[in-house]
């Protein structure tokens, strides 16, 4: 690469910088788009009480049809007992105690704070809406919302006596604690028993803390309390493959690590301990129920079903939690909800233990270099304000600088192997194919005289590899990255697309990622520049043909996987490639290489313990080869 190919990166560089900052949106403008996202959740919300209200009169209706057309008692009718009369008697059969609940007035109470916005009905105590402020879905760009009416069970289930009671059949009178909080109450026909559930907002997180309190009720065992959610996750993201494969239900045990159910089909879990955090888990968000002394084993049990007909919902999430509080006259059940971005500096933050490993940033040292590299570098050029394309741009040259010292080594060792060359080629001519146990011992006795080891060009690729495949992980799980447009790409967390195709292609899909042909095509171009830098080996004729056939099959595999992570790759290539031919032009010089190992070659040299460890198993096998 001459001088006017690198002036002319840079210029690309510099153009793409300019052109992020030009059509960077104005502070107005941002302050207009947020309004009007606003003005849409708001219209979204009402139409959801709406929905509520309708189907709150359908179910009164549906009791008073039943009171009308049960048996009656003739000697009930004979003294004129009205048919409210009758009503009270069934709602009283039906919740004994709790019979003023089974009818009111539906309203629909709406508590926010600057993140959440959550509308929480007072039939069946339930939230309704939970709004994400500041998110949207990517298909028609709606307001982002975790829980609708129509999503799935919400409810506090506990006996009476033979009497099964649940929350979501009763009305509860309500009570506003500011913006951020309600008080909802469950009445009995005793002012001084009742059963309330209390939602209070954090001021400036996406927390919710979630409290019922069963006062005067010893009747009611709060040990078989159970909370149960059923909660079918909306379709939010671009690709529906991607997003439902990053969906499923976390849990963690309080003296164990954080496991998770199936994310390719339906599971369930008997938790058979104290779980400290029951988390339904999306692509990129996640509503959460915390216990800090731990839910109790006891018959609680979480799942997830597949729906892999449907257009509309991801999946469906269920979990069933007892809280194994001790009986009292006033036994209070709390918890926390987390409704909230998949974000690791905000789950890591929250001081939940393992909460942040919700998202899966790879195990092992992948995970330790998400988190104490490529994050860091990220997050710190994240506070610029730049185009995460740009940002992109930016860690890769900051990473394969560091890793500069390493792809040195490894391109040195590399020369040094090929400056063998003439001496590989004599002990081949030599030995031929005809003693190949021979033609091996002769090139390690080259290789350790010339000072070479064969394995010295694995280590520093070895030492790569981490990196690579940290960034496999790192990418598909930035939410930072959702929606984010660069160049063609509108959303760098999905896939890019310059041209949707009439058919579908098995493993490659319908459309072609501009990102992924680049990446691909830079792949091969690396692969020409290494080979020339590389040894040939020996023995292995199909390894030129699996060079060249890798970048093909990662075409097939990374299509429909996100665009930022094809960009990174992209970019990592061309680096590479720079970086090869500057360091092999002006920084190693194969004569003075060659000149240095055939001096080597004239100095006695002690083999090493592995050499001397091969040449005994190559012995042992030459002697074994004699005596058959």
């Known amino acids: 690469m001459d001088r006017n190919s690198i002036i002319g990166i840079l210029l690309i560089i510099a153009i793409l910088f300019g052109y992020q900052y030009l059509t960077m949106p104005s502070a107005e403008e941002r302050a207009r788009m947020q309004h009007e996202q606003d003005s849409i959740a708001e219209v979204a919300i009402q139409k959801q009480a709406h929905h509520a209200d309708s189907a709150l009169s359908v179910q009164q209706q549906e009791v008073k049809e039943a009171v009308a057309t049960a048996p009656v008692d003739t000697a009930l009718v004979a003294d004129s ?72 069970a919400y409810e506090y289930n506990f006996f009476m006596g033979n009497r099964k009671i649940s929350t979501k059949d009763m009305n509860f009178a309500a009570e506003k604690i500011g913006t951020t909080g309600v008080k909802l109450t469950a009445a009995t026909t005793d002012p001084s028993k009742y059963f309330r559930i209390t939602y209070q907002l954090d001021s ?78 999306q692509d990129f968000f996640t509503v959460a129920m915390i216990k800090k002394d731990g839910f109790a084993s006891n018959g609680s049990e979480i799942s997830i079903t597949t729906l892999p007909d449907d257009t509309l919902y991801s999946k469906r999430y269920d979990a069933k939690l007892f809280f194994g509080q001790e009986p009292s006259e006033h036994a209070t059940l709390a918890m926390q909800m987390y409704l909230g971005p998949n974000q690791y500096n905000t789950l890591r933050q929250t001081d939940i233990p393992e909460f942040s490993r919700i998202i899966d940033l790879g195990w092992g040292i992948f995970g330790w270099m998400n988190r104490f590299l490529v994050i860091p570098i990220f997050n710190f050029l994240s506070q610029f304000n730049l185009s995460y394309g740009i940002i ?35 002990i081949t001519a030599k030995y031929g194919s005809d003693d190949a146990m021979k033609k091996q011992q002769a090139t390690m006795d080259l290789y350790r005289k010339a000072g070479v080891s064969p394995v010295a060009g694995c280590v520093p690729m070895l030492l790569q590899m981490p990196v690579l495949y940290a960034m496999f992980r790192f990418f598909p799980s930035s939410i930072e990255l959702r929606q984010q447009s660069f160049l063609w790409a509108d959303d760098l967390s999905s896939y890019d697309s310059i041209a949707q195709l009439p058919f579908h292609i098995p493993a490659y899909g319908s459309h072609v990622s501009l990102f992924t042909l680049l990446m691909a095509a830079s792949t091969i171009v690396y692969t020409l ?14 390894m030129k043909v699996m060079m060249y056939l890798f970048p093909v099959m990662m075409l097939f595999f990374m299509n429909s996987l996100p665009a930022g992570l094809s960009y990174y790759y992209f970019l990592a290539n061309l680096i590479s490639i720079l970086q090869m031919t500057v360091i092999t032009k002006w920084f190693l010089d194969e004569d003075k290489l060659r000149a240095q190992l055939l001096a080597n070659m004239k100095k006695p040299r002690k083999k090493s313990k592995w050499q001397q460890r091969m040449e005994e198993i190559q012995k042992q096998q030459q002697a074994s080869k004699k005596r058959r």
Not at 209 to 234: C, Q, S
Not at 267 to 278: G, I, Q, S
Not at 529 to 542: D, E, F, L, R, T
């Open 81 to 152: 007992v009205n048919t409210d009369s009758i009503l009270a008697a069934k709602q009283l059969d039906r919740f004994g105690i709790f019979g003023p609940t089974a009818s009111g007035r539906n309203e629909v109470i709406t508590i926010a704070n600057e993140n959440l916005q959550v509308a929480i009905n007072t039939f069946g105590a339930r939230p309704n809406v939970i709004r994400l402020k500041g998110y949207k879905t990517y298909h028609g760009r709606k307001p982002l919302l975790l829980s609708v009416p129509d999503s799935g």
């Open 204 to 281: 400036a997180t996406w927390f919710m803390n979630v409290t019922a309190e069963l006062v005067g009720l010893p009747e009611v065992d709060p040990r078989n309390v159970m909370f149960h959610w059923n909660l079918t996750g909306y379709h939010n993201e671009k690709h529906r493959p991607t997003e439902e494969h990053q969906c499923t239900v976390y849990y963690k045990y309080l003296n164990d690590d954080r496991d998770y159910l199936s994310e390719s089909k339906d599971d369930v879990k008997k938790l058979e301990a104290k779980t400290n955090w029951v988390a339904f888990k």
């Open 392 to 426: 992109i741009l930016v860690l890769t040259v900051v990473i394969k600088m560091l890793l500069l010292p390493i792809a040195y080594r490894n391109q040195k060792s590399s020369i040094r192997m090929r400056a063998l060359k003439p001496e590989i080629a004599a």
């Open 529 to 542: 520049v290494n080979s020339k830098h590389m040894p040939q080996q020996q023995g292995m004729p199909n």
